[in-house]
């Protein structure tokens, strides 16, 4: 840096140009070897993790995994252990709740029942002393944002359970927080009315550029919605990465097995079909259904075996076989051409055959 | 399939008698209480409201069953009574203050801070005294408060002794499990992610005491302070032992009643209590409190 000291001006410019890289490559979300314990249970084990800004980043894991409690440390409400969370590269560990610049939206959406909607938008920005006019009309284009511009006069109770979660949002929002945690924000809708939310809460991140952070345990949910995903299992971080990147290629067999389904063949059937040992998986989808005894194409492998059952599910048909060394694959068919999922009926003998490319390598 | 005819089959026979009557049902249900509160409770005020209009014959000391208005005459024009009337309800009121201030915090402490163990301790410590006998602890305050008594050494010679200040204290010492009680119920009822949404978006510890809890558990303290507010209107009992010379509407009517043997004005007088407390209903009603009890 010293070299660079010549012209005042041109130092200024470095050092400037040097702290917007700086600023945007210092993630909004930091965490160090976080670990919290309730008595005897290690409920978050060791997590580091960084996310940066902009991001819409999932932790997926199955209930008791520690996602929501990382995110309530983040949060605040909880004290880790030992470790740090860093928010915006501040030490933010011993900091209570509203000294965070972060904002939260609820899995009960906790929305102040005696309040109305515009008053609960409002609530934050009141705390924090905003003057009158400019509170009306943040909490105006917040509650436009999520079509709610007509309901602030009405009480919480008084709306859907869709409406309440976009209420619970514009209150989170209106802040403009440096993250928005969200938790299972999804879970207490129904299926239509999630997908919907879905694409609203993606469009609203889009639209207002503030780093989510949710946590849900709705693997489907995580890889719709999320630029990145950590996989949470036992208090730890088993995979981080891209949505594809981590459904396309799992780095253990339980990410494997919960972010979507795989087929996981390891033991004397990994040296049976693949021809060393190991364990492998490939997903459902990849495995294609050939008539019994025909040839293996090249860069394949070709499993023979017997159907045990044959699952319509609509837009796809699910077949279990029965392979060599006790192995039960399932591979699953679009029915584009075969309404009534084909030909194959229990007890069939049956070819299955995939490529090369779609099996991956993972750890046990 | 000529099996006798199981026992079995005739036990649902009054269910199924009942299920096809329900008008049967409900007078069997609700008769006897309704009974009780027709004609043993609203009839025994309506008497009283009655009797109010009657008089005593001042020689034979016999109540006299025809109607004046004498008696409210009375009522109005004797400012002893006024007087009374108003101490009783600013004692009242005092003491709904007072509990209800020891129960806020109190109730906070219990239904979202202490322990699960702690917790039923304090609920057991509260509702402990409950059990002891109303006299009882009166008279332990009268102890307490005697002259030379604990008070006195505890505050080098400072105790307020018997009379108006004795009286609030030991009311407020009696009905605070009746404040207590619901003012917990109100805030276990209170979501924790309610607390936890205030100071997620920035609100400390006072702020979200002042825009959410309280009013949230308003009902509740509104529930608890009919308790203390009516319990206090009618006692007599507990101003008499720590109260010295002071005197309370319950006082009067009792003198009128026993004393002085005359029930149409002691009736009269009821009506002071029983007219401030329905008013006060109105009030807490027009606030919403009682909508969520």
Redesign the interface.
Known sequence: MSDSRIAKATVDEFEHADRATNSAAVPQVSLRALRKTFGAVTAVDGIDLDIADGEFFAMLGPSGSGKTTVLRMIAGFEQPTSGSVFLGGVDATTLPPFRRDVNTVFQDYALFPHMTVAQNVEYGLLVHRVPRAERARRVGEALDMVRLGEHGRRKPTQLSGGQRQRVALARALVNRPRVLLLDEPLGALDLKLREQMQLELKAIQREVGITFLFVTHDQDEALTLCDRLAVFNNGRIEQVGRAEEVYENPATQFVAGFVGSSNVISGAAARAIVGRDGAFAVRPEKIAVAPSGSATAPGSLTVAGVVQDVVYAGSTTRIVVAGPEGLILTATVLNAHSPDGGVVRRGDPIGLTWHESAMRSITV | MARPVAPRDRRGALTAFFATRPKTRLVLLLGAPMLWLVVMYLGSIAVMLLSAFWSVDGFTGKVVQSYSLANFAELFTNPLYGTVALRTLLIAVGVTVIDAVIALPLALYMAKVASPRVRIILVVAVTTPLWASYLVKAYAWRVLLAPNGPIDWVSGGNSPGYGLPATVITLAYLWLPYMIIPVFAGFDRV?D??F?????????AW?TLR??AL??VFPAIAAGSIFTFSLTLGDYIAVGIVGGKTQMIANVIYGQLVTANDQPLAAALSLIPLAAIVLYLLAMRRTGALENV
């Open positions: 979501s992610s309610l936890e949404a205030s100071f997620d978006l920035g609100a400390g702020r825009s959410v009013p949230l």
